[in-house]
């Protein structure tokens, strides 16, 4: 139920108005006593204070709900004679101070104090009840919304003083983020350029080691002991581990740099395939493997790049022949047709990958066993490098493996079997360069024309 305080020192206008009020609210009443006010707000929860300010008293009144404005007080509504209030006097000016939100008339008769106090029967004073009623409660509802109104203002205005503070920290949080990009970015450049420069100055000594092993090998039989000749076999064998690994970094580091150049032209893949496993040949020999190939494909003719795809193959195979201890290694080529794509596949009967390997396999010097007791060497970079390689070349690469079973890797590139399908590989090149990264350079592209 509402609650609303009537302020008066006139016992006719309590008499007129205290009707009103109990048709729909709890009322009451002081005098102009500040300590009676203040004790009816904190103990009642008042709704809305009705002033009178229709004599003399009302610069007193007026005067002392301006001085109560601190505490807080709820909406005042100031009750007037006949005469109208007028800016002239300072009336306004004093009702705006108080906090008054509206003036309410009372009849005329009041003001000459000759009208029955309270009369339920006149029709100008039930006409004047519903008027005041209706006053009331406007004044009322329109403060508890604009109160509403206020305090999502003040909540509007702390979310956004938070907001503001969020998008400060997420500020700071992504500058801190940009300068460690930045750092990242030129820890790995240094990175790249050591490598590349490592491998750059091992390379050469390297080169003269198994140019001279190779000499000594050939022509050393006359002059060499048996057991001499095996130490220089040994030399030469280990030399050409060595120097393949740092072709690898080397590669690696040039696709990471963007500086890889593609030189595709039209090869026998049947050749290419049978040259790569006849150079492995003795690698399987020690493990009595047997290594079976079969090429499936309308023209053993295709466009690609070979040093590349060389490479890819030496990978895929020599990792099928080091994790197979006994069974056989297959290399397979077959045609898709619809997708216009050919899949060479290296199945082997070896170990298996853990599936929890699988996901990291093709991730930069990762291995499946990283202790430096490990069984097989290696660098970690073979399968890292495959998948860039085979990306470049606009392929997929895709394994299978089971555990004790064996593991089958697919390398799916596209099938080029006409010239004129040349114009759709430099298109897919185009598109490949405008989607790499702006901090790399694209990779070029160079497409040697086939041989009549």
């Known amino acids: 139920m509402l609650r609303v305080l009537l302020v008066t020192n006139q016992n006719l206008v309590q008499a007129i108005v205290a009707p009103w009020l109990q048709s729909f609210a709890m009322g009451f009443f002081c005098q102009s006593d500040r300590a009676c006010i203040l004790y009816h707000l904190e103990r009642y929860a008042i709704n809305c204070i009705v002033v009178d300010i229709t004599d003399s008293d009302r610069a007193e009144l007026l005067t002392l709900?301006?001085?109560?404005?601190?505490?807080?007080?709820?909406?005042?509504?100031?009750?007037?004679?006949?005469?109208?209030?007028?800016?002239?006097?300072?009336?306004?000016?004093?009702?705006?101070?108080?906090?008054?939100?509206?003036?309410?008339?009372l009849p005329?008769?009041?003001?000459?104090?000759?009208?029955?106090?309270?009369?339920?029967?006149?029709?100008?004073?039930?006409?004047?009840?519903?008027?005041?009623?209706?006053?009331?409660?406007?004044?009322?509802?329109?403060?508890?919304?604009?109160?509403q109104a206020k305090l999502a203002h003040q909540q509007l205005e702390q979310d956004e003083a938070q907001l503001k503070q969020q998008v400060q920290v997420i500020d700071r949080q992504m500058q801190r983020i940009q300068q460690l990009n930045l750092q990242l970015l030129e820890a790995t450049q240094l990175k790249g350029q050591f490598l590349s420069t490592i491998s750059h100055e091992l390379r050469t000594p390297m080169n003269a080691i198994l140019g001279f092993s190779q000499i000594l090998l050939r022509r050393g039989s006359m002059l060499l002991s048996t057991h001499q000749m095996e130490m220089i076999s040994r030399i030469h064998d280990n030399a050409k581990r060595l120097l393949h690994a740092i072709e690898e970094i080397l590669t690696f580091c040039n696709i990471e740099a963007g500086h890889l150049k593609l030189h595709p032209r039209w090869i026998n893949l049947d050749q290419l395939i049978r040259s790569v496993v006849q150079e492995l040949e003795s690698e399987a020999a020690v493990k009595q493997l047997p290594i079976s190939i079969e090429v499936d494909l309308p023209s053993p003719l295709v466009m690609v790049d070979p040093t590349q795809l060389q490479q890819v193959l030496f990978t895929l195979i020599s990792n099928a022949i080091k994790f197979t201890p006994h069974g056989i290694v297959q290399v397979s080529v077959t045609h898709q047709v619809a997708d216009e794509q050919y899949i060479i596949s290296i199945r082997d009967t070896g170990n298996g990958i853990q599936p929890t390997e699988i996901e990291h396999i093709f991730e930069p010097f990762r291995q499946g066993d990283q202790s430096i007791t490990r069984i097989h060497n290696g660098i970690g970079l073979g399968l890292a490098l495959t998948a860039a390689l085979v990306e470049q070349m606009q392929g997929t690469i895709q394994v299978r493996s089971v555990v004790g079973q064996g593991s089958e890797f697919r390398v799916i590139l596209p099938y080029w079997s006409q010239q004129s399908d040349m114009n759709r590989w430099q298109n897919q090149e185009r598109q490949c360069r405008a989607g790499q990264d702006l901090e790399r350079h694209p990779a070029e592209l160079q497409i040697a024309d086939r041989a009549d």
Do not use: C
Request: glycine fraction near 12%; avoid cysteine.
């Open 108 to 147: 005329g008769a009041v003001k000459a104090g000759a009208a029955k106090a309270g009369n339920p029967e006149s029709d100008a004073e039930a006409s004047n009840a519903e008027a005041f009623v209706r006053l009331i409660r406007w004044v009322i509802r329109t403060h508890q919304a604009e109160k």
């Open 65 to 105: 709900m301006t001085a109560l404005q601190p505490y807080g007080l709820p909406p005042i509504v100031g009750l007037t004679g006949v005469a109208p209030l007028e800016a002239g006097d300072g009336s306004l000016e004093q009702l705006t101070a108080a906090g008054v939100w509206e003036v309410f008339r």
